[in-house]
């Protein structure tokens, strides 16, 4: 069934808990309003299976991947992708979702949503797409559209951020083009290609969206009730 089935999707996520350094953490028990797939005209979302391991092995060893994806300069060793998928990709740290091609059902990537807060109605958006012939063809865009609109419109979230590196044209192009505006960066942030290079952050809230969509902002009519 879809998100939120015979409740209130937004109330199903725990409520984000705080460690000693002030970031909200997450606590994934209750699994109704994770989604088996998104569907959309080019891609389609599904969760990951254990399968999929063996493509993030070689997405996430690959170089030119993680120099988009990773702050430290270099490809991730074998054991901590293992780790790194486990946690976040099949475990309970992320609403993830694995990146499917819609025509051949092709993998190309992963794409998350984490730190879901229900007090606040917020969450950080993440997206890699691994296959490299794939980039520049929409996948990404479509993905990150599909993605936002179930933390709107499914969970009924307010406020969905991002970070991305200041190098990265193709992906700061994509996300604005879904409606993701700049909020503001830090400064020479990661040291990347012999130079220093600030980190961008961008957000997108529930209202950005039904002004694109059309639709009534569910955070807002929940607040309203409450």
Sequence with gaps: GGPGRG??????LAPATHGGDGIPSLF????TWFPESLPGETV???R???ANLRAFQRWYGDPDV???TRYQDGPMRPDEIERFFAARA???ESLAMAVHVRDDDRLIGTCALS?????NGSALFHITIGEKDAWGRGYGTEATRLMVGHAFSGLGLHRVGLTVFAFNDRAIRSYRSVGF?????????IWRDGRWWDEISMSMLDSDWAALTGETPVSRSRRSEA
């Design 44 to 46: 389609v979302l599904r």
């Design 90 to 92: 099949i475990g309970p």
């Design 115 to 119: 730190q879901l807060d229900a007090d």
């Design 7 to 12: 409740g209130d999707a937004l109330r199903d």
């Design 181 to 189: 505006v700049v909020e503001g960066r830090a400064r020479e942030a």
């Design 66 to 68: 993680v120099r988009l």
């Design 48 to 50: 990951h299976v254990p």
């Design 28 to 31: 994934m028990g209750h699994r």
